[in-house]
């Protein structure tokens, strides 16, 4: 419970007293928007850490290696947790924004961090405005944002992954950006699998896998890889021990 409380009360404070420095941020991305994202994602990037010492979490990192310096990036990983959000953010070696369910508007104070670090919210109901969002996602990535994609569309509380949805891939394909798969392991448990949603202190395993570029591949390859993902990230999860 007190863990709980630690981090409601870090996350509030954090939101509310670094409100003047999101409308600079907001200001700033106007002129120079990959500038404000860099600024932003330093900042929240700060923020999650905070919240991660809040929950006692204990990280386990394989394949950081995997990881290029040097340019923007796709994420593609299963969803468990708001966590898995939270971890990336903190793992990443370069800005990286996220690919959100347009849900996430509707919380309070949260959409303007959001937006701050370069996510994108994404309408899977609207397939016009799903295009607008890819297109406008795989601009950011030539712009040398990298982006987290967690293509079953919600939390998945399960020992199966959900279908996932590979529209999303496409940022990569056009942008030339490599994707790199996330396997996370344990990550629910941190928050959403336990009684009264209580922070429990947990050891997760976060696995990157070796970059791959669609762009770079022929067409029924191109295709192969993208049905492979979910078998892949379950093979990596498959051999992860807790």
Request: proline content about 5%.
């Amino acid at each position: 419970m007190l863990r709980l409380i630690f981090a409601f009360l870090w996350a509030f404070l954090s939101m509310v007293f670094s409100l003047p420095v999101h409308f600079y941020w907001k200001h700033l991305a106007k002129k120079k928007p990959m500038k404000a994202w860099t600024k932003a994602w330093k900042y929240v990037r700060g923020f999650f850490k905070g919240l991660l010492f809040c929950a006692g979490t204990k990280i386990e990192v394989r394949g950081a290696e995997n990881i290029p310096e040097d340019r923007a990036v796709l994420f593609v990983g299963n969803h468990r947790s708001y966590f898995d959000i939270i971890i990336l953010q903190t793992l990443s070696k370069t800005p990286v924004g996220f690919v959100a369910k347009k849900e996430f508007r509707s919380y309070p104070l949260l959409p303007l961090y959001i937006e701050d670090i370069g996510s994108l919210f994404l309408d899977r109901e609207n397939v016009r405005k799903s295009l607008e969002t890819i297109n406008e996602g795989t601009e950011r990535l030539k712009m040398g944002l990298s982006l987290s994609l967690f293509p079953e569309g919600t939390r998945n509380h399960g020992k199966e992954l959900l279908p996932f949805k590979p529209g999303g891939y496409r940022m990569a394909e056009k942008s030339d950006s490599p994707i790199i798969l996330v396997a996370m392991t344990n990550v629910g448990r941190i928050f959403e699998e336990n009684k009264f949603h209580f922070l429990r202190r947990r050891h997760v395993i976060i696995e990157f896998d070796k970059p791959a570029y669609p762009s770079r591949m022929e067409k029924q390859e191109r295709k192969d890889y993208y049905n492979a993902i979910p078998k892949r990230i379950q093979e990596i999860l498959d051999t992860h021990s807790v």
